[in-house]
């Protein structure tokens, strides 16, 4: 089992995924010239950045992945899309992304389960749980049959699952510490260091709540491949 990783830039990587997920992870990173492949392996992944999901001057690999997405979607392939990624599907399968009209949602915040997610393979037990956010774009129109899972104080559309295998979810469980403190150098926020303490201090919330998520992930992903 293999899952195709698109990174959108450099300090945007699979952070806690990396050891989280316990299977072999195929990086394209398209910002480096690498070619967003036609399919992915056995499961896809698709992380943040820092361009709108419409951007595609700024990032002119995001159509090439915008369709891998839906084609992931279409087939049933076991799909997580953060952030970015989590825009980049919501466009692909006929939802609305746009500038967020209630400013930056950075830090970390509360995100609360919705009652679907009850029973969802991934997020089940979660209930009310700190995460990593910094995002200002909003998905404000999720793709027809999408079933909401999430939401939040400042953006309701926290997650959703469209299908039986695909998630979109607008915060970061990939992020440490270390890289949110990344995302914030050089960011121009007042608040840039109280940010960074208030993240450094949730980290062991952080990484009881979302492990469990990324190894259910991970358990989709190797179920598939051996159906």
């Given at each position: 089992?293999?899952?195709?990783?698109?990174?959108?830039?450099?300090?945007?990587?699979?952070?806690?995924?990396?050891d989280?997920?316990?299977?072999?992870?195929?990086?394209?990173?398209?910002?480096?010239?690498?070619?967003?492949?036609?399919?992915?392996?056995?499961?896809?992944?698709?992380?943040?950045?820092?361009?709108?999901?419409?951007?595609?001057e700024?990032?002119?690999?995001?159509?090439?992945?915008?369709?891998?997405?839906?084609?992931?979607?279409?087939?049933?392939?076991?799909?997580?899309a953060?952030?970015?990624?989590?825009?980049?599907?919501?466009?692909?399968?006929?939802?609305?992304?746009?500038?967020?009209?209630?400013?930056?949602?950075?830090?970390?915040r509360?995100?609360?389960?919705?009652?679907?997610?009850?029973?969802?393979?991934?997020?089940?037990?979660?209930?009310?749980?700190?995460?990593v956010?910094?995002?200002?774009?909003?998905?404000?129109?999720?793709?027809?049959?999408?079933?909401?899972?999430?939401?939040?104080?400042?953006?309701?559309?926290?997650?959703?699952?469209?299908?039986?295998?695909?998630?979109?979810?607008?915060?970061?469980?990939?992020?440490?510490?270390?890289?949110?403190?990344?995302?914030?150098?050089?960011?121009?926020?007042?608040?840039?260091?109280?940010?960074?303490?208030?993240?450094?201090?949730?980290?062991?919330?952080?990484?009881?709540?979302?492990?469990?998520?990324?190894?259910?992930?991970?358990?989709?992903?190797?179920?598939?491949?051996?159906?």
């Amino acid at each position: 089992m293999r899952i195709t990783v698109v990174q959108h830039e450099d300090e945007a990587g699979l952070g806690y995924l990396g050891d989280w997920l316990g299977l072999p992870c195929d990086v394209v990173r398209p910002y480096l010239g690498e070619e967003i492949p036609a399919r992915p392996a056995d499961g896809l992944i698709v992380l943040g950045g820092a361009a709108a999901a419409w951007e595609d001057e700024r990032s002119p690999w995001q159509p090439a992945t915008r369709h891998l997405l839906r084609r992931a979607v279409d087939e049933g392939t076991p799909t997580l899309a953060i952030c970015l990624g989590a825009q980049l599907m919501t466009m692909a399968c006929g939802g609305t992304v746009e500038r967020g009209t209630n400013g930056l949602e950075v830090g970390a915040r509360e995100v609360v389960a919705l009652p679907a997610a009850a029973d969802d393979r991934l997020l089940a037990g979660v209930g009310t749980a700190v995460t990593v956010q910094y995002h200002q774009d909003a998905m404000t129109r999720l793709p027809d049959g999408a079933v909401p899972l999430m939401t939040g104080a400042q953006y309701p559309n926290q997650a959703y699952r469209l299908g039986e295998a695909a998630w979109a979810i607008q915060f970061h469980p990939e992020a440490t510490p270390e890289i949110f403190t990344s995302w914030t150098d050089g960011s121009g926020l007042d608040a840039a260091e109280e940010l960074n303490t208030e993240v450094k201090a949730a980290e062991s919330a952080l990484v009881a709540t979302w492990r469990p998520v990324a190894e259910a992930f991970a358990e989709v992903v190797r179920t598939a491949g051996r159906a």
